[in-house]
């Protein structure tokens, strides 16, 4: 028995591939290399998890169904961990037809191939952009989400949506994590954590969007993954969980301590935000702390080292 993880060389994606690997699971992992960011990072990911022999790997892209069947037709898949979808808020605001395409048609594509092949387990990488400019603070499961501040927002929202729907009409277990601002190695490029640390080490200037202000529940890779870990075995009908660690904090916040961290300081720019950004992600981890025992161990400062080093070490 396998567990297809799409977007297996990702930056989720591949920690979690690990951390089953490292337990014993067989993994046939799925990818297409999108070109959002640099493929050699995605490569070096995949070198990683090719080290287990318990893993198998097969590029292939979510958005074509026909390619999609393959694993489907002969692999003896027991779960599907859903993570392939293309990243980036401001990016969809340009793109939007490209994010529905991946976002919702190539999830689309395997809630088909699990109903067709009876897999009846689908754990999905939400997002708590879902959440937009909430006014109930902080965010719960049952919170409004039905006014996404971006098309990426909006293609997240939806995949839950056929999620019930594949539950009610074909009994699919589906549990969609709602991740809050991950961090941490092999993170992405593009994102803040990532890009303040290369650019204060390289001297160069940190672009910051508006004040500073706005807030962000940053949760480090490593609480997400053990959060989703404690559903592995588990067939809980239609759920939704938030998955942070209930501490926000500033953009302004965040570059002082890597600033401390790193013993160097930022040339700070402050600019125009742009459209799609929320102010505020908070996430209430009551529910999954209830029902998952999840409980997130990495603060802010312990979790910014853990990367810090990990960025001098490898980037």
Same mark, same amino acid.
């Given at each position: 028995?396998?567990?297809?993880?799409?977007?297996?060389? =990702?930056?989720? =994606?591949?920690?979690?591939?690990?951390?089953?690997?490292?337990?014993?699971?067989?993994?046939?992992?799925?990818? %297409?290399?999108?070109?959002?960011?640099?493929?050699?990072?995605?490569?070096?990911?995949?070198?990683?998890?090719?080290?287990?022999? %318990?893993?198998?790997?097969?590029?292939?892209?979510?958005?074509?169904?026909?390619?999609?069947?393959?694993?489907?037709?002969?692999?003896?898949?027991?779960?599907?961990?859903?993570?392939?979808?293309?990243? =980036? !808020?401001?990016?969809?605001?340009?793109?939007?037809?490209?994010?529905?395409?991946?976002?919702?048609?190539?999830?689309?594509?395997?809630?088909?191939?699990?109903?067709?092949?009876?897999?009846?387990?689908?754990?999905?990488?939400?997002?708590?952009?879902?959440?937009?400019?909430?006014?109930?603070?902080?965010?719960?499961?049952?919170?409004?989400?039905?006014?996404?501040?971006?098309?990426?927002?909006?293609?997240?929202?939806? !995949?839950?949506?056929?999620?019930?729907?594949?539950?009610?009409?074909?009994?699919?277990?589906?549990?969609?994590?709602?991740?809050?601002?991950?961090?941490?190695?092999?993170?992405?490029?593009?994102?803040?954590?990532?890009?303040?640390?290369?650019?204060?080490?390289?001297? %160069?200037?940190?672009?910051?969007?508006?004040?500073?202000?706005?807030?962000?529940?940053?949760?480090?890779?490593?609480?997400?993954?053990?959060?989703?870990?404690?559903?592995?075995?588990?067939?809980?009908?239609?759920?939704?969980?938030?998955?942070?660690?209930?501490?926000?904090?500033?953009?302004?916040?965040?570059?002082?301590?890597?600033?401390?961290?790193?013993?160097?300081?930022?040339?700070?720019?402050?600019?125009?935000?742009?459209?799609?950004?929320?102010?505020?992600?908070?996430?209430?981890?009551?529910?999954?702390?209830?029902?998952?025992?999840?409980?997130?161990?990495?603060?802010?400062?312990?979790?910014?080292?853990?990367?810090?080093?990990?960025?001098?070490?490898?980037?």
């Amino acid at each position: 028995m396998y567990i297809l993880v799409t977007g297996c060389s =990702g930056f989720i =994606g591949s920690h979690y591939c690990e951390k089953l690997l490292k337990k014993g699971y067989n993994i046939v992992g799925i990818d %297409n290399f999108d070109p959002y960011y640099d493929k050699t990072i995605k490569i070096k990911n995949l070198q990683i998890l090719n080290s287990y022999k %318990n893993f198998k790997f097969e590029e292939i892209d979510i958005r074509k169904l026909s390619e999609l069947k393959q694993p489907f037709s002969q692999i003896d898949i027991s779960r599907v961990v859903h993570f392939a979808a293309k990243a =980036g !808020v401001r990016n969809s605001v340009e793109f939007p037809n490209e994010y529905a395409e991946s976002n919702i048609i190539g999830s689309l594509n395997l809630l088909e191939n699990c109903r067709e092949f009876n897999v009846n387990s689908f754990d999905y990488a939400g997002s708590s952009s879902i959440y937009g400019n909430n006014e109930k603070i902080p965010f719960s499961e049952d919170s409004d989400t039905n006014k996404p501040e971006s098309p990426y927002a909006a293609t997240k929202k939806s !995949v839950e949506l056929f999620g019930y729907t594949y539950h009610s009409l074909y009994d699919i277990n589906f549990t969609s994590f709602r991740f809050f601002s991950v961090y941490g190695p092999r993170g992405r490029p593009d994102m803040a954590v990532y890009k303040f640390t290369k650019n204060i080490l390289d001297d %160069n200037e940190v672009t910051i969007y508006g004040d500073g202000t706005y807030k962000r529940d940053f949760t480090y890779v490593t609480d997400i993954i053990n959060g989703m870990f404690l559903a592995i075995d588990k067939k809980l009908g239609y759920q939704l969980f938030n998955l942070g660690n209930e501490t926000p904090v500033s953009v302004n916040e965040l570059l002082d301590y890597l600033e401390e961290i790193i013993g160097k300081k930022s040339k700070r720019r402050y600019m125009e935000p742009p459209k799609g950004e929320a102010n505020l992600t908070f996430a209430d981890i009551s529910k999954a702390r209830k029902l998952l025992g999840f409980n997130p161990k990495i603060d802010i400062k312990q979790g910014l080292t853990s990367f810090v080093e990990w960025f001098k070490k490898y980037m």
